[in-house]
């Protein structure tokens, strides 16, 4: 399930609790973003379970990305630690993000 952020507030709670996560910018009329992020979402379920997805509407939502300096849909923040590691707009290729994930995933949640 794709749980949908509605306040900095909560953008700063999400990055502080989780051990890694993705937060997914975007918005209604991005066309691009609507077929991207089932796609995400899928990468995310079956190779990191353990990685939650968030989703942020920038048109709704435009201080949480202005705070992130996202100014282009889609982008694609992922933090690992609290701390932003990896950073994707616009053109994100499934594959290349799964190999860029999987070193630091494997590295926090295995023994």
Do not use: W
Not at 25 to 42: D, G
């Amino acid at each position: 399930m794709i749980q949908e952020i509605n306040s900095f507030n909560e953008f700063k709670s999400i990055i502080f609790k989780e051990k890694a996560v993705l937060i997914y910018f975007s918005n209604n009329t991005c066309n691009v973003c609507k077929v991207l992020k089932p796609k995400i979402h899928e990468l995310l379920t079956t190779y990191f379970p353990l990685m939650p997805m968030y989703f942020c509407d920038t048109s709704e939502r435009p201080e949480i990305a202005a705070q992130n300096s996202v100014f282009t849909v889609p982008t694609i923040l992922i933090f690992f630690d609290h701390k932003e590691f990896i950073r994707k707009s616009r053109s994100i290729g499934i594959g290349e993000l799964q190999k860029e994930i999987e070193r630091p995933y494997l590295l926090m949640f295995t023994n």
